[in-house]
């Protein structure tokens, strides 16, 4: 063997890459001085893009396939650079792999709210979020205006700017889009092809395109939300009366499985609902509210009176109580006379029998006494 051939095998190399790393994008393949030996093979694997810099020039790009590094595979090389074909001397440049597969499962969201004008609610705040694919789609572009001579680029690196295009894209589209906020739900797919179409034109500045954007979710903030919730609840609760029986029978039966927690009170409350419910449904009757011809309920005849008991003051001494039957046998049997002093609870000191309207008819069953000869 020559040591012309002996030479050449010491300048042969293998150049490739794999990557296990899931979030790496482009990756500088090392050499000592960045001496790539002439003739060597470079392997670029699908999923891959092999960029050439040669003295800070951007030389070549290579797609999958398995390439021989010499003049007449790197024309552009060529032209930057004349080589010594009689020792094949090794030349300094670097190359750089690009992955060109899809990273997936990137997160983007609203950090702030949206203000928009809503056709029903009026002016509101929403919040978005949802997912994104990014792929390199342009090599060289990629790398002359992203990577620069970064020796190993990750994902991480450009998703916090690639988030803010697409925040910036959608806030303009679904504040001018006049779609209401109870409809976007049912147009989460139109509105991401706008927004995948919008951030593209943008990225595609970078050598990257969006193959996929998904909006996940869309909502408003708590108080909307819950004033939301109580006008689904009142639609839901359809007749107001019904509801309103409802509620007070399933607050009658917590009040009674819960003993402890309101005693003698908790079972009073429950009294009055039960009352007032039923004072309420026999108001509207079995099949719903009475005719105005027909009276709710009769009304209810007045209390009895009280009846008084007296008590009789003769000679310094006290006697009864008397009813009124016992003070009429008494008026008939003399016991009893106009001048007697009489007394009733209630009544302020005593008074004579004839003064007491309800005692002076006693008198007027018998006759008075016959007027003087």
């Known amino acids: ?26 990756w500088r393949f090392e050499r000592e001085g960045h001496e790539i030996k002439y003739g060597a093979k470079l392997t670029v694997r699908e999923g891959q893009a092999a960029v050439f810099v040669h003295e800070g020039q951007l030389a070549d790009v290579f797609t999958p396939g398995l390439y021989m590094l010499e003049t007449n595979n790197m024309p552009i090389l060529t032209s930057l650079n004349h080589w010594d074909h009689g020792f094949r ?5 670097e190359i750089y792999y690009v992955n060109t597969t899809r990273f997936n499962d990137l997160k983007w969201g609203t950090k702030n709210p949206i203000m928009l004008r809503d056709p029903e609610f009026g002016p509101t705040r929403i919040r978005a979020f949802g997912t994104y694919t990014v792929r390199v789609s342009d090599a060289a572009k990629f790398l002359t ?6 020796g190993e680029f990750t994902m991480d ?30 147009n989460t797919r139109e509105l991401g092809k706008l927004v995948a179409t919008e951030i593209s034109a943008v990225v595609a500045d970078y050598g990257l395109t969006i193959p996929e954007f ?42 009674a499985h819960n003993p402890a927690g309101g005693g003698g009170m908790g079972a009073g409350l429950g009294m009055g609902m039960g009352m007032a419910m039923a004072q309420q449904m026999s108001e509207q009757g079995p099949w719903g509210p009475r005719p105005a011809s027909q009276p709710a309920t009769q009304t ?40 007697t002093h009489v007394w009733t609870p209630g009544q ?26």
């Not at 916090?160 to 976007?184: E, K, T």
């Not at 009895?304 to 046998?329: D, N, Q």
């Open 214 to 255: 998904y909006i996940e979710n869309i909502s408003l903030p708590p108080a909307v939300e819950e004033a939301l919730d109580k006008r689904t609840s009142m639609g839901v609760a359809g007749d107001l009366n019904r509801f309103t029986k409802y509620s007070t029978a399933e607050a009658m039966t917590a009040a």
């Open 300 to 339: 209810p005849p007045p209390p009895p009176p009280v009846e008084h008991v007296w008590h009789i003051a003769e000679g310094g001494e006290t006697s009864g109580p008397f009813s009124k039957a016992s003070m009429g046998r008494m008026a008939r049997e003399g016991k009893l006379t106009r001048q």
């Open 1 to 26: 063997m020559s040591i012309f051939d002996f030479l050449s095998g010491q300048f042969i190399d293998v150049i490739h890459w794999t990557d296990d790393t899931r979030d790496t994008m482009v």
């Open 89 to 93: 001397s090794p030349f300094k440049s």
């Open 157 to 186: 690196e450009i998703s916090y700017q690639i988030r803010n295009i697409i925040v910036q894209a959608f806030s303009r589209i679904i504040a001018g889009a006049g779609i209401p906020v109870l409809d976007m739900a049912a």
């Open 348 to 373: 302020d000191g005593w008074m004579l029998a004839e003064d007491v309207d309800e005692l002076a008819q006693l008198f007027t069953v018998l006759p008075p006494p016959p007027p003087a000869a």
């Open 145 to 150: 205006e992203i990577v620069g001579t970064d």
